[in-house]
């Protein structure tokens, strides 16, 4: 096919190489005849010409409108920019939930999967935050970069976390869980191949449900860090036709920070009240919520500590 289109663009070199032929045994003519003619060959059409119409053949035409695939590029309409991240870290966090992420494999397969869980880590004074007291490593430079900016970093020695810089020094999001919603099957491959030999078959609201668990099932690698999360090729974001409302969000303390005193309490976590594929349900921040005490509308200096830590559900974490 290539070759073939390739023959058809020779061919109309050929012809334009004979116009070209004919024009120079045409006498001249006036200096605007001239001229006309001389747009003519760099593929414009003279005033004059624009009154007849002009005939192509079927060749001609093809050779004109035919485009490789090759060189072609989908690109996502509904994709999020730069703009999106460029807000403050809980911001940021809330407005992730129902947004979808879309990973493209290398041999083209789209994995697809609704944001339902997020942390905020806020640098600075966030005791729980890698970014600490303004600390910058080499681990941790991508949180220090533009908003944006994927942060994938190993825990355990073994499993990674993905997590999206935001507007803010040193500050990110960390994405907890996600329900899948496209590829499926190829995410079971992607856990089964890390998971113990006789371990169950998993359930879809399984394969996401959990920051490792996301990063397996969608095969994100320790390379991702530091990429363009707003321009990057193979993981990007997109919204969703049915955005999460205000009045869904939980806010709840965030998990498996409880070393680090008062911020291990702060409901810095957000969650879809009552999605499946949420990591770890808190029944008492959901009351709390509901009741009118709507702590995710709280900055991090004035939320109060959650003292409800004991009605919590947890599932497997990995």
């Known amino acids: 096919m290539v070759f073939f289109s390739c023959l058809?663009?020779?061919?109309?070199?050929?012809?334009?190489?004979?116009?070209?032929?004919?024009?120079a045994l045409t006498p001249a003519g006036t200096p605007e005849e001239t001229v006309n003619k001389q747009i003519d060959l760099v593929g414009k059409v003279s005033p004059a010409k624009l009154k007849k119409p002009i005939h192509q053949s079927e060749d001609d035409q093809s050779a004109e409108t035919e485009k490789s695939h090759y060189f072609t590029k989908k690109i996502p309409q509904h994709r999020l920019g730069e703009d999106f991240f460029n807000q403050p870290c809980i911001s940021l966090a809330k407005a992730l939930l129902g947004k979808v992420m879309i990973r493209r494999c290398a041999d083209g397969t789209e994995l697809r999967g609704r944001i339902v869980e997020t942390e905020a880590y806020l640098g600075g004074e966030d005791k729980a935050s890698h970014s600490a007291g303004g600390k910058r490593t080499e681990r941790n430079t991508a949180m220090f970069m533009k908003p944006g900016t994927i942060y994938v970093y190993p825990i355990y020695g073994i499993y990674l976390c993905m997590n999206v810089s935001s507007k803010g020094e040193g500050a990110a999001v960390l994405l907890r869980s996600l329900e899948p919603l496209q590829g499926q099957p190829v995410m079971k491959q992607l856990r089964v191949a890390r998971r113990k030999e006789g371990a169950r078959q998993l359930k879809d609201k399984e394969l996401c449900n959990g920051p490792s668990k996301l990063c397996q099932a969608l095969d994100i690698p320790r390379c991702f860090d530091r990429r363009d999360l707003a321009s990057d090729p193979e993981v990007w974001l997109?919204?969703?036709?049915?955005?999460?409302?205000?009045?869904?969000?939980?806010?709840?303390?965030?998990?498996?920070?409880?070393?680090?005193?008062?911020w291990a309490k702060k409901p810095l976590r957000f969650y879809l009240r009552g999605h499946p594929c949420?990591?770890?349900?808190?029944?008492?921040?959901?009351?709390q919520s509901l009741s009118g005490n709507v702590m995710c509308h709280l900055g991090p200096s004035d939320v109060k500590p959650d003292t409800g830590q004991h009605n919590v559900k947890r599932t497997s974490q990995e």
């Open 8 to 23: 058809k663009v020779s061919r109309g070199n050929v012809m334009a190489g004979s116009k070209r032929k004919i024009l």
């Open 238 to 262: 997109e919204r969703d036709t049915n955005p999460a409302e205000p009045q869904d969000i939980v806010s709840a303390p965030r998990i498996g920070i409880e070393s680090h005193g008062e």
């Open 278 to 287: 949420v990591s770890v349900v808190n029944k008492e921040a959901e009351r």
